[in-house]
């Protein structure tokens, strides 16, 4: 059984850092492409980041660019993502994904998704 297991959201300052983890377990973990989707209230859940599963080939969307930081330790069957410079748009709930595709940034690539952890940025 597969399991994606968030962790590391809270509540934190604008201008602050969060440093989220998603432990991955059943499945080959190196083989797959990890990405990190968000939800606001109200919205529709997006991209954020993707790690390629052999080339460490990043991807982001481009309003985290420079203040989000993904990487993976296949080691620890673990992806993170690296959040800097926090702003209130950035609340939401953030889900951890896994995927064979070969499109990143497009949800319904992805066939494993985690519960999510929260993210609040106050200002």
């Known amino acids: 059984q597969v399991q994606l297991v968030e962790s590391g959201g809270g509540l934190v300052q604008a201008g602050g850092s969060l440093r989220l983890s998603c432990a991955a377990s059943g499945l080959p973990f190196s083989t797959y492409t990890m990405g990190w989707f968000r939800q606001a209230p109200g919205k529709e859940r997006e991209f954020v980041a993707a790690i390629r599963r052999s080339v460490p080939y990043t991807y982001y969307k481009d309003s985290v660019k420079g203040r989000f930081t993904i990487e993976r330790d296949n080691a620890k069957n673990t992806v993170y993502l690296q959040m800097n410079r926090l702003k209130p748009e950035d609340t939401a709930v953030y889900y951890c994904?896994?995927?064979?595709?070969?499109?990143?940034?497009?949800?319904?690539?992805?066939?494993?998704w985690g519960q999510g952890t929260q993210v609040t940025v106050s200002s």
């Open positions: 994904a896994a995927t064979r595709g070969i499109v990143p940034r497009t949800e319904s690539e992805y066939d494993y």
